[in-house]
């Protein structure tokens, strides 16, 4: 069995990653609208008719807007925490799952894992999805990495891991000072320094895949990440860099 996964966008303005294996096809949040994600799926070679369900992390709105929606057009399980669930009205779901924030659970032959992260969000989760001793980590929309983060996503076989902002360029940037506060802060995002601190300490030469993701547009450059991680993900088999309007296509994990 194999296990692979994209992404249909990674950014302030919509998220969406896909992971694959043994015939069942997740959705881990949605913050684009049913016509754009059928689009982004689409050029992927998938269809949301084909998914088995849609894992949500948080319920800000590039990674919720579009969950209900799509899920009430073609029948979606979704999977959440109860904070999420209770934090917004989004309508009815065909068919909702709250699950623990540290219990484990199966959507066909893959065992996605929550895993509690310090985010300004009322119950937030990223996820660790694995199947046949394979395993891909999802960690982004966090403003530190604790320790718990560190164990569960230090040994994952590939990675897609937030580099969010530059420091000095969301210093200096449009910002209002409240809002740099928050995105800066322990429950805010991830800098580019933070992510590589994180990889210098668990290690990347282990990783097949390490995607760096959710690079700000406004206070961030693809270009001013990779310098800042260059050290530290060159020991990853594969490096790159997920975008706002491509994300990425599809990697397998061996």
């Known amino acids: 069995m194999t296990l692979r996964f994209a992404s249909i966008g990674s950014g302030s303005r919509g998220n969406g990653t896909l992971v694959e294996s043994s015939g069942q096809l997740l959705l881990a949040h949605c913050g684009f609208t049913i016509k754009e994600t059928e689009r982004r799926m689409a050029r992927l070679g998938a269809s949301p008719e084909d998914l088995s369900a849609i894992v949500v992390t948080h319920e800000h709105s590039d990674h919720l807007s579009g969950v209900a929606p799509l899920a009430r057009k073609y029948g979606i399980p979704v999977y959440m925490t109860p904070g999420t669930f209770r934090a917004r009205d989004i ?10 924030g540290h ?3 199966s959507v066909g032959d893959i065992e996605v894992t929550p895993v509690a992260v310090p985010h300004d969000a009322r119950e937030a989760a990223q996820y660790v999805f694995a199947c046949a001793g394979k395993s891909v980590g999802l960690l982004t929309d966090l403003g530190t990495v604790t320790p718990h983060v560190e164990a569960h996503f230090g040994r994952c076989d590939a990675l897609v891991l937030e580099a969010n902002h530059d420091p000095q360029m969301l210093a200096a940037g449009p910002y209002p000072p409240s809002l740099k506060r928050r995105v800066g802060g322990a429950y805010g995002h991830l800098s580019n320094q933070q992510a590589a601190g994180f990889l210098h300490r668990t290690g990347s030469s282990h990783l097949q895949h390490l995607v760096v993701a959710h690079i700000s547009e406004k206070n961030n450059s693809i270009e001013v990440a990779q310098k800042a991680l260059a050290e ?11 975008c706002q309007e491509q994300g990425f296509a599809w990697l397998t994990v061996e």
């Open 91 to 100: 309508g009815k779901l065909p068919q909702l799952h709250l699950i623990e």
């Open 103 to 105: 219990e484990p659970f």
């Open 232 to 242: 530290v993900a060159e020991a990853a088999a594969n490096c790159i860099y997920a």
